[in-house]
């Protein structure tokens, strides 16, 4: 498998998470499908899905931090 190959298996790993999140799936729940993956041992998906929990996180930080003004 050649590396733009794998960049874009785990792109479409965070771009069906980041998807699943906005049709409602919570944080947790993605982090349950990670483990899922790991399990599987399919580390590009779960390179994609990780990045997607990752920048959710960081997003909800930012939001938190500017509905408290800080």
Do not use: P, S
Not at 23 to 51: D, F, N, P, T
Request: aromatic residues 8%.
């Amino acid at each position: 498998m050649t590396d733009e190959e794998r960049k874009e298996w785990i792109w479409y790993a965070y771009r069906d998470a980041m998807e699943l999140h906005r049709e409602g799936m919570e944080i947790e729940q993605l982090e349950e499908v990670l483990v899922l993956y790991e399990e599987e041992e399919l580390y590009l998906h779960c390179a994609g899905i990780k990045e997607a929990i990752d920048d959710l996180k960081e997003t909800t930080k930012k939001q938190d931090n500017d509905n408290r003004g800080d």
